[in-house]
């Protein structure tokens, strides 16, 4: 149990918490982490042609900074790494890849919203009601935040 554990990232230095909880767990099972950066590409899809590469083009270097940065964080520890960037809804993805590497837990960072925002939903929402596998999802927002 808990041999492979997805942690999806936005790349933010909030998401410490989340990557402690993470080696935590890892290094207790010699479990490997699976770190994914998705580009949400959802919203580029008036832009022009060009435009939309282009941007996308960005949005994926930014991608790969953050998995680069997000896997020297557990360089200090024995646990093995692999990273991966996907385009498309975070949460379509993040459930795809969790099923396509038969993970056994997803570890990811969730803000405190406004009663709005959570009609709409958010994308940790979405992977806790969807997701096959146990999610343990810990609170990014800090009290001086809302």
């Known amino acids: 149990m808990f041999n492979r554990i997805l942690l999806p990232t936005d790349g933010t230095d909030a998401m410490q918490t989340v990557i402690d909880h993470a080696i935590d767990i890892a290094s207790r099972r010699d479990a490997v982490i699976h770190i994914l950066y998705v580009v949400d590409d959802r919203a580029f899809l008036t832009l022009q042609d060009g435009m939309k590469a282009d941007v996308i083009a960005e949005l994926e270097a930014e991608g790969e900074t953050a998995l680069e940065a997000t896997a020297r964080l557990f360089d200090d520890s024995d646990i093995k790494t692999t990273t991966a960037l996907r385009k498309g809804d975070p949460a ?54 809302i």
């Open 92 to 145: 379509d993805e993040i459930i795809s890849y969790a099923t396509e590497t038969d993970v056994d837990l997803i570890t990811m960072g969730t803000r405190r919203a406004d009663y709005t925002e959570n009609l709409v939903g958010s994308v940790s929402q979405s992977i806790v009601a969807r997701a096959d596998t146990p999610v343990l999802t810990t609170n990014l927002t800090r009290d001086d935040d």
